[in-house]
């Protein structure tokens, strides 16, 4: 069974940056599109970022586009999600999900999910 642990949140001052990592268990992980998605209390999840199994191709939510990196270490099981000029919006508890194969920004096509870390932005 695939599992995934999150690490990397905390709290941070508007503009500021932190580092997310999601490692990746139990499955081969260069099979897997992987993927960041975020929920603010009492808001719908919403996606961050994904990248294909190679690292190349990767794909964005526009409120983050220039400021937030996706990448992966295959070698290490790996995915990050660099975030950089952060904003009080970009609050949320974080999720990196795996997607046999495909690359998508839609949550139900992702098939595991990690249980999440804290972003809190502080204004």
């Known amino acids: 069974q695939v599992q995934l642990v999150e690490s990397g949140g905390g709290l941070v001052q508007a503009g500021g940056s932190l580092r997310l990592s999601c490692v990746h268990s139990?499955?081969?992980?260069?099979?897997?599109?992987m993927g960041w998605f975020r929920q603010a209390p009492g808001k719908e999840h919403e996606f961050v970022a994904t990248?294909?199994?190679?690292?190349?191709?990767?794909y964005y939510a526009d409120s983050v586009k220039g400021r937030f990196t996706i990448s992966r270490d295959n070698a290490k099981n790996t995915v990050y999600l660099q975030m950089n000029s952060l904003k009080p919006e970009d609050t949320g508890v974080y999720s990196c999900?795996?997607?046999?194969?495909?690359?998508?920004?839609?949550?139900?096509?992702?098939?595991?999910w990690g249980q999440g870390t804290q972003v809190t932005v502080s204004s």
């Open positions: 139990g499955g081969i992980f260069s099979s897997y599109a």
């Open positions: 999900a795996a997607a046999l194969g495909r690359l998508s920004q839609t949550s139900s096509e992702y098939d595991f």
């Open positions: 990248v294909m199994w190679n690292g190349r191709d990767t």
